[in-house]
Each structure stands twice: as C-alpha cells, then as structure tokens.
C-alpha cells in the first residue's frame, strides 16, 4: 500500500544524496577533511577500523548533513522552514543517513523502516570507500574559508557560545592542563561575550 510506496521513495531520495555526496568527496574542505582524519587516528588506535567508520560517521553525519537536512533554513540552505509534509520527509531522510553513518539497521528500531535495511547494507561499502578517499586525501579540497550569510554566522556562533557555555568547567579543566595561556584568553572571551540572553 501507501507505507510501500512511501519507503521506496524514501530510499530513492536517500540513495540520490548519498550517491552525490559520495561524488562530491573532493569539495569537502580541508579542515573537515583534516578533522575526519584525527577522528579515525585516535579511534583506530584505541578501538577497530570500524569503530573509527562510525566515530567518523558520527562526526560528520550528526554535525553536518542530518542538521542542514532537518533544519535547512538554519544552514542559508531555505529562506523559510520546509512545509510541514516536507519537514517530515526531511526528518525521515535524515534518520535514514545518520543510520547508515552508525552502522544501524533503521528495522531494529523502527518497524515501518524495516524495509530500508537494505538501503543501509547496499551502501555500507560506498561508504567505507567515501571514507577511505577522506583519509587517504586529507590534505586536498577547498578551503574552509567559504563566505556564508548572516544568518547562518549568527547561528553557528550563538549555537557555539551555547555549547561552551554549557561544558565551560570541563573545557577550561582540559584547557588549563594544556595551556594556561589559552585557558586565560577563553575566559576573557567568554566573560567579554557574555551569556547569549543578555
């Protein structure tokens, strides 16, 4: 019936943008490229490979795509918030992506889902090679210095003040073992900035 039809169309659009990320491995910047690479070093090192897929996964799956895809006009990506019909598609394309990025068969937790498993076992090796041309080219890619709207800033830095905010003790404990100096100019930062509501 219409859950038939819906998952399928589901997969299709998956599969579509994965298949474009997968092509667009070489505009990712360097410093995204640069970050992946750390992540997959420290977990490899510490756990297996495919620990380090999914750390990487997790990194790049759950601070970039799933976001800009459940919130595009956060990201400059809409001017205004998706149609409720499309917001759902949304929801659900992201849950399908960060799946695949986790390893996660989506049937396992949800039921009306269960037909993407295959989606996520067909694409498991793409995505182990999407992987592997990251760490093999880390050093290649466009700059991060990539001009972005206002909006966009503004977000990205309040949501940043947010996270700092919130883990400010265990930052400045890490920090201040590392480096007094730069322990000193976070604090001055931070009480220069003050909190967001003010």
Known sequence: GDEKVNTLKLWLIAQRLFSGL?????????DVRDILHH???????KFSESEAYKAMGAFFFL??????????QLYGLLRDPPHSTAQRQLVLLAK??????????PGKKEGYMA?????IETNRESLRGFYDVIIAKKTEGPSSKLSMGDTVKNN????LHNHINTYYD???????TENEE?????????EAIGDVDD
């Open 182 to 190: 730069l322990a000193e100019e976070l604090q001055e930062c931070m």
């Open 170 to 176: 265990k930052l400045m404990n890490a920090v201040q």
């Open 96 to 105: 399908v992506m960060q799946n695949l990025a986790n390893d996660t068969l």
């Open 22 to 30: 997968t092509r667009s491995c070489g505009d990712i910047p360097k």
């Open 39 to 45: 992540v997959y070093t420290e977990v490899n090192g």
């Open 63 to 72: 601070r970039f795509l799933c976001p800009s895809l459940m919130a595009p």
């Open 156 to 159: 990205a830095l309040a949501s």
């Open 115 to 119: 037909r993407l498993n295959d989606f």
